[in-house]
C-alpha cells in the first residue's frame, strides 16, 4: 500500500470518529429516554423537545450551518481543534444533569458540536481520497456512524441494571471516546485540496461568498434541491427512529426497555455489515442508480411490514434485518458521497452546512410533531407517514442519481461548473507539490 493511501485511512479512521460520536449520542439519548422521562416526569412535549434540541435535529442544525462556513473560510482542521472540546462540554452537563433544563442543554450543546463537525468530516475524507476510493472511504465513515448505535445500545443492555445511572455511565464512556478522537484529530494535516484554494484566492483576489455563490448558482441550487430530497424525506424517519424507535418498542409494542435496546443494536450490527461490506466495498464499482434504489426500497418495505402486520416477533425481525441493511447501503452514504461530490472546494462544506440545517431543522419539527402522532393517532398511522417519508426519497434519488463514479473532484467540477472553476495556477499546483513532500 502506498503512503497516500496509508494515510488516506489513517485520516479517514480518524475523521470517522465524528460520526461515531453523532450516532453515539444521538442512541445515548434514546435508550435512557423512558428513564429520564420517569426520573424527571416528563411530559410527550418536553420529551419531543429533548430529540428536537439534540444532535438528531437542531442542535445538529445550528452547528452545521456554522460549522461549514468556517471550515470553508478557515479551513477543514480548525473545526478538529476545537469541536471534540465542545462534544465533551455537552456529555459532562447530561451525565450530572439534576432537572430537564439541564438535560436539554446538555442533549443541546452535544448536537451543535456534532452537527459543525459532520460538514468538515465528510468533506476531508472525499478531499483525501483517490477517484477510486471515495465511495469506500466516505462507506468507512459511514461504518463509524453505525457502529455507535450498536456498541451504545449494547452497552445500554449492559447497563440497564443500574437504571438512570447507566445512562449517566454512557455518556462518560462518549466523553472519554471524543477526548481521544480530539487528542488524534487535532493532529491532521489540512486538507490539500483547500489549501490550493485558498492559494488561488490569493493571487486571484477573489474572495467568494459561501451562500451567495452557492445560491447564485443554478447548478448548486439543483445539486443541493436534489441532495436535500434525497436526504431530508429519509433522515425524518431514520432521525424519528433514532431517537424514540426504543420508546415505540416499550410503548407501542409492549418491550421492556432490556428487549428494545437489544433489538436496535442488533439493527444496527446489521447496519455496519452492509455499510462496510455493501457500499464500502461496491460503492465505487456498482451502478450507482441501481444501488441507491435497492437499499432505498428496502426501507419501505421495512416499514410496511411492521405497520401492517404488527409487532410481533416475525414482524420485528423482518423490520430489522431489512431496515438495518438498507441504512447501510441506503440514503445517508449516498448523500455523504454526492454532497462531496457536486459542489466546488471554495464552498464544499458550507453547502453541507446549508443542506444538514435544513435537514437536521426539519427533523426536529418532526421530532415535536412525532411523539404526538404516534400517543393520538397510533402506531398504523404513524407508520404510513413514514412510509410515504421513504417513498418519496426513493423516487428523488433513482430518477436524479448523479453519474460521478470514477471521476475526480476536479473532473466532476469542471462537468459541472466549467473549466474556469477548477483551473490553478502554476503557484498553486508548485505550493501543493511543495507541500505533498513536506508530508511525505
Not at 102 to 128: H, K, N, Q, R
Not at 174 to 196: D, G, P
Not at 306 to 318: C, I, K
Request: aromatic share 14%; net charge positive.
Amino acid at each position: 500500500m502506498s503512503d497516500s493511501k496509508k494515510g488516506s485511512l489513517k485520516s479517514t479512521f480518524t475523521v470517522s470518529l465524528t460520526n461515531f460520536l453523532d450516532s453515539g449520542c444521538i442512541v445515548a439519548g434514546a435508550s435512557g429516554l423512558t428513564l429520564w422521562t420517569s426520573e424527571l416526569g416528563l411530559s410527550s412535549f418536553q420529551v419531543g423537545l429533548l430529540g428536537a434540541l439534540s444532535a438528531n435535529a437542531f442542535g445538529a442544525a445550528i452547528g452545521a450551518l456554522f460549522g461549514g462556513h468556517l471550515s470553508d473560510k478557515y479551513g477543514r482542521k480548525i473545526i478538529y481543534t476545537y469541536d471534540m472540546l465542545v462534544y465533551m462540554l455537552g456529555a459532562l452537563i447530561v451525565m450530572f444533569s439534576m432537572n430537564f433544563p439541564m438535560l436539554l442543554l446538555g442533549f443541546t450543546v452535544t448536537g451543535v458540536a456534532v452537527g459543525a463537525g459532520v460538514p468538515a468530516s465528510w468533506t476531508y475524507i472525499s478531499e483525501t481520497s483517490g477517484s477510486n476510493d471515495r465511495a469506500k472511504n466516505i462507506g468507512i465513515s459511514q461504518f463509524a456512524w453505525s457502529m455507535g448505535p450498536a456498541i451504545i445500545f449494547i452497552l445500554g443492555v449492559v447497563l440497564s441494571p443500574l437504571g438512570l445511572l447507566g445512562n449517566r455511565i454512557l455518556f462518560g464512556i462518549l466523553f472519554v471516546i471524543a477526548f481521544i478522537a480530539w487528542s488524534l484529530q487535532r493532529k491532521l494535516h489540512e486538507s490539500e485540496e483547500w489549501e490550493e484554494q485558498k492559494a488561488k484566492e490569493k493571487l486571484t483576489g477573489e474572495k467568494p461568498h459561501p451562500y451567495k455563490d452557492l445560491f447564485s448558482s443554478k447548478v448548486s441550487v439543483k445539486s443541493l434541491l436534489f441532495l436535500v430530497g434525497v436526504y431530508m424525506f429519509w433522515n425524518l424517519v431514520a432521525g424519528a427512529m433514532g431517537f424514540f424507535m426504543p420508546y415505540v418498542y416499550e410503548t407501542a409494542g409492549g418491550l421492556t426497555n432490556m428487549q428494545a435496546n437489544l433489538l436496535q443494536a442488533i439493527l444496527w450490527i446489521f447496519t455496519a455489515l452492509a455499510t462496510y461490506f455493501g457500499f464500502a466495498k461496491y460503492g465505487d464499482k456498482a451502478n450507482h442508480r441501481i444501488f441507491y434504489f435497492v437499499g432505498a426500497a428496502m426501507g419501505a418495505a421495512s416499514w410496511i411490514i411492521l405497520t401492517f402486520t404488527g409487532m410481533g416477533w416475525s414482524s420485528l425481525w423482518f423490520f430489522v434485518i431489512l431496515w438495518g441493511v438498507s441504512a447501510g447501503i441506503g440514503a445517508q452514504a449516498w448523500y455523504a458521497l454526492w454532497a462531496t461530490e457536486l459542489f466546488p472546494t471554495k464552498y464544499r462544506a458550507g453547502s453541507q452546512g446549508v443542506m444538514f440545517f435544513l435537514v437536521r431543522a426539519s427533523a426536529g419539527v418532526w421530532s415535536i410533531i412525532f411523539p404526538t402522532i404516534l400517543s393520538t393517532m397510533g402506531f398504523k398511522t404513524a407508520g404510513m407517514f413514514m412510509i410515504g417519508l421513504l417513498l418519496v426519497s426513493l423516487v428523488i434519488g433513482t430518477i436524479w442519481t448523479p453519474q460521478t463514479r470514477g471521476k475526480s473532484l476536479d473532473e466532476i467540477t469542471e462537468e459541472r461548473y466549467g473549466k474556469e472553476s477548477v483551473e490553478k495556477t502554476t503557484t498553486t499546483s508548485s505550493m501543493s507539490s511543495s507541500t505533498q513532500e513536506k508530508r511525505v
